[in-house]
C-alpha cells in the first residue's frame, strides 16, 4: 500500500542500509539506528526569508523553518504577514507526510498548493495515529506581496512534517497503563520534541491524562477519575509527586497500580533513582512499598512479562526441547519431550507449564503440560498452532481458514476479526495487543490489532498494518517492538523489528532459507531455516546455533 511504503521509505533512511545475503553462513548488517528515545538528536537550522524569494520558495522555507521548535518558531513566522505570524497556532497539531511525497505547484500568482502522501497524525495528546491507506495531504497556501516581497497570509494551523522531520524533532517515550487482565503493565507511546531536555513533569501529566482512544478498551488506570498533579519536583534522583485530593479515594490495589505506572512511566528519565508520591501534600500510604519507592520498584508490573530465566523452546526430531542458561537442549518434562506423536510449531504458556503444539501426522492441535507423566490431549479445534500464542490468562490463541479462534479447556469459539486469510496471530504478552498476520502470498501484512476484553469474551479490533512488505512470521519482541519475517518478492527473507510509536523500521538481513522468527525481551532474535538449523542475530551479525526447528520464546 502506497501510505506504508512511503511510511517504511522514511524509517530506512535513518536505519541505514541492510545487507541481504545470498549464500555464506554468515550475515553483515551494515549499521544500527540510533535509538529514537536518545537524549542525542540532530537539530534542523531554520533559515530566514531571503529578497527575491518565489512563491513557492517562501512556502517552501515556512515547512522548513516550522520543522525547528527553537524560539517559538520565529523563523517561520518570518515567512508570514504580521497578522498571520499572530493568528498561527503551530501547537494545533502535526500532520505528516512521506518523504519525497511532496508538491508545491503555484495554482495562480497569489495561491499554491501543497500535496503529498499522508502518513499519519501527531493529536493533542502527543500520539502518532497512522493515516487511513492511500491517504493524501492537499493544503492551499495564500500569499501577498509586502514592500515586495511574497509573505504567506493563509498559513494552516498546526505543522506539517516529512516523516524524517518527525524523526528529527520529536522523541518517543511510553506512559504506563494496567491491562486487563493480568495485572500487568502495558505500554501508550506519547511523543515530546527533542529540544525537551527535562520531560518529568509532561510525562506525569501525559500519564494522568489516560491512555489514547485506540488503548483505552484494554487497559484501566489506578488513579482515580480527575486526579490531577499538584506538583513535580526533582532532587539528587529523587523525583517528588503531589497529586490532588482525588488520589486519595483510590483502593489499596489501585494504589499499588499508580505506583507502578508512575514508577515505570518516570523509569525512563534518567536521573531518576526513586519516587516519593503525596496527595494533597500529605504522605501517600501504599501497601508493600517504602515511603521512598526505588526505581526497580514493582517488577511484577513489568510490561514485557516474561521471567527473566525463562527459556527458549524448539523442534528436534519431533520433540520439544527446552534451551536454558546452560544451553544444552532438553527434552521438556512430559509428552511434549518425548517426540511420540511427532509434533511442530511448539507454543508454550508464559508461565512454560503447558505446551500446544501440531500432530505432524494427523494435523491435530494438541496440548500437553510440562510434568513428568503428562499425556497429549486433543485442544478440540480446527486451528493450527502453526503462527498461534498463549495469553497471560491461560487463553490459546491460533489461527485458522476464517480468521482467528480462542481454546479453553472447553474447547474453542470463533473471534471476530476485520481480517481474511489469517495467518498468524501473537498476543502481546501483557495482553492488551494482538500483532497478527493476514493475507496470502504477496498480500500478507502484519496488523496491530486491540484486544478487547471490557465487554465480555475478548475481541480483537481497530487493526494498524504495519510499515513493510509481505511478511511470513511474526513475534513480539517486548511491550514496544515486534519482528517480523519479511518476504519481498524476488529477495531474500530478513528479518525487521519495527517499533510502534513512531513506527520505524529496521532491516537486519536475515540467514539462508529464513522460515520463522522468534523474540523475546532483552533476548536474541532467533530464525529457523529449511535445512533444520536455527540461527542467532547477535547485534550485528546472524550465526548458526543448534540444529532444530521452530525457535519459540513463551507466549
Same mark, same amino acid.
Given at each position: 500500500m502506497r501510505t506504508i511504503a512511503v511510511a517504511v521509505a522514511g524509517a530506512l533512511l535513518v536505519a541505514g542500509c541492510?545487507?541481504?545475503?545470498?549464500?555464506?553462513?554468515?550475515?553483515?548488517?551494515?549499521?544500527?539506528?540510533?535509538?529514537?528515545?536518545?537524549?542525542? %538528536?540532530?537539530?534542523?537550522?531554520?533559515?530566514?526569508?531571503?529578497?527575491?524569494?518565489?512563491?513557492?520558495?517562501?512556502?517552501?522555507?515556512?515547512?522548513?523553518?516550522?520543522? #525547528? %521548535?527553537?524560539?517559538?518558531?520565529?523563523?517561520?513566522k518570518m515567512y508570514l504577514t504580521p497578522t498571520a505570524a499572530q493568528q498561527w497556532d503551530p501547537d494545533a497539531g502535526v500532520r505528516v507526510y512521506?518523504? #519525497?511525497?511532496?508538491?508545491?505547484?503555484?495554482?495562480?500568482?497569489?495561491?499554491? *498548493? %501543497?500535496?503529498?502522501?499522508e502518513v499519519a497524525v501527531i493529536s493533542r495528546r502527543a500520539q502518532y495515529i497512522p493515516a487511513d491507506p492511500d491517504a493524501q495531504l492537499a493544503q492551499v497556501f495564500g500569499l501577498v506581496q509586502q514592500d515586495g516581497q511574497w509573505r504567506i497570509a493563509d498559513a494552516p494551523q498546526g505543522l506539517m512534517l516529512s516523516r524524517a522531520g518527525v524523526e528529527r524533532s520529536y522523541r518517543e517515550y511510553q506512559t504506563y497503563f494496567v491491562a486487563e487482565p493480568g495485572g500487568i503493565l502495558a505500554p501508550n507511546p506519547v511523543l515530546f520534541r527533542s529540544s525537551e531536555s527535562d520531560v518529568t513533569e509532561e510525562l506525569v501529566r501525559s500519564l494522568l491524562g489516560g491512555p489514547g482512544a485506540w488503548l483505552a478498551p484494554a487497559v484501566i488506570?489506578? %488513579?482515580p477519575q480527575d486526579t490531577t498533579l499538584v506538583s513535580v519536583?526533582?532532587?539528587?534522583?529523587?523525583?517528588?509527586?503531589?497529586?490532588?485530593?482525588?488520589?486519595?479515594a483510590a483502593d489499596e490495589v489501585a494504589r499499588q497500580q499508580l505506583?507502578? $505506572?508512575?514508577?515505570?512511566?518516570?523509569?525512563?528519565v534518567p536521573s531518576m533513582r526513586a519516587v516519593v508520591i503525596t496527595a494533597a501534600g500529605q504522605p501517600y500510604p501504599v501497601t508493600g512499598a517504602e515511603t521512598i519507592q526505588s526505581r526497580g520498584s514493582w517488577p511484577q508490573y513489568n510490561p514485557d512479562g516474561l521471567a527473566a530465566d525463562a527459556s527458549w523452546y524448539m523442534i528436534r526430531g519431533g520433540a520439544v526441547l527446552s534451551m536454558g542458561a546452560t544451553s544444552v537442549p532438553t527434552p521438556v518434562p512430559g509428552a511434549a519431550g518425548v517426540g511420540e506423536p511427532a509434533v511442530r510449531h511448539p507454543l508454550v504458556s508464559l508461565d512454560q507449564?503447558?505446551?500446544?503444539?501440531?500432530?505432524?501426522?494427523?494435523?491435530?492441535?494438541?496440548?500437553?503440560?510440562?510434568?513428568?507423566?503428562?499425556?497429549?490431549?486433543?485442544?478440540?479445534?480446527?486451528?493450527?498452532?502453526?503462527? #498461534?500464542?498463549?495469553?497471560?490468562?491461560?487463553?490459546?490463541?491460533?489461527?485458522?481458514?476464517?480468521?482467528? $479462534?480462542?481454546?479453553?479447556?472447553?474447547?474453542?469459539?470463533?473471534?471476530?476479526?476485520?481480517? #481474511?486469510?489469517?495467518?498468524?496471530?501473537?498476543?502481546s504478552r501483557d495482553g492488551s495487543r494482538a500483532l497478527v498476520v493476514a493475507g496470502t502470498g504477496d498480500a500478507a501484512r502484519a496488523f496491530v490489532l486491540r484486544v478487547d476484553r471490557s465487554a465480555g469474551p475478548p475481541a480483537l479490533s481497530a487493526p494498524r498494518q504495519l510499515p513493510t512488505g509481505p511478511v511470513r512470521a511474526a513475534a513480539w519482541s517486548s511491550a514496544t517492538q515486534v519482528a517480523l519475517l519479511v518476504e519481498d518478492p524476488g529477495q531474500p527473507s530478513?528479518?525487521? *523489528?519495527?517499533?510502534?510509536g513512531?513506527?520505524?523500521?529496521?532491516?537486519?538481513?536475515?540467514?539462508?532459507?529464513?522460515?520463522?522468527?522468534?523474540?523475546?525481551?532483552n533476548r536474541p532474535l532467533l530464525s529457523g531455516t529449511a535445512d533444520g538449523q536455527i540461527w542467532q542475530f547477535n547485534g550485528s551479525t546472524w550465526i548458526p546455533l543448534v540444529a532444530g526447528r521452530q525457535p519459540r520464546y513463551p507466549g
Open positions: 541492510a545487507q541481504v545475503p545470498t549464500s555464506g553462513p554468515v550475515v553483515e548488517v551494515d549499521q544500527s539506528v540510533p535509538d529514537v528515545a536518545s537524549t542525542s %538528536f540532530v537539530r534542523a537550522l531554520a533559515r530566514p526569508p531571503r529578497a527575491g524569494m518565489s512563491q513557492t520558495e517562501i512556502v517552501q522555507g515556512f515547512l522548513d523553518a516550522a520543522s #525547528g %521548535f527553537e524560539d517559538s518558531h520565529a523563523v517561520a512521506g518523504n #519525497g511525497t511532496e508538491t508545491l505547484t503555484a495554482t495562480t500568482q497569489t495561491e499554491v *498548493t %501543497f500535496t503529498a502522501t488506570t489506578g %488513579f519536583s526533582a532532587s539528587d534522583g529523587v523525583v517528588r509527586v503531589d497529586l490532588s485530593e482525588q488520589a486519595l505506583s507502578a $505506572q508512575l514508577l515505570w512511566t518516570l523509569r525512563q507449564t503447558g505446551v500446544a503444539a501440531t500432530d505432524a501426522l494427523s494435523g491435530e492441535v494438541l496440548t500437553v503440560r510440562t510434568e513428568p507423566g503428562a499425556k497429549w490431549r486433543p485442544a478440540r479445534t480446527d486451528g493450527t498452532s502453526a503462527g #498461534g500464542s498463549w495469553d497471560r490468562t491461560g487463553l490459546l490463541w491460533l489461527p485458522d481458514r476464517r480468521g482467528v $479462534q480462542v481454546v479453553t479447556v472447553l474447547g474453542s469459539r470463533d473471534v471476530a476479526l476485520d481480517l #481474511g486469510d489469517v495467518r498468524s496471530v501473537q498476543i530478513q528479518v525487521a *523489528t519495527v517499533d510502534l513512531l513506527l520505524s523500521a529496521r532491516l537486519l538481513g536475515g540467514p539462508p532459507r529464513a522460515r520463522t522468527v522468534a523474540a523475546g525481551p
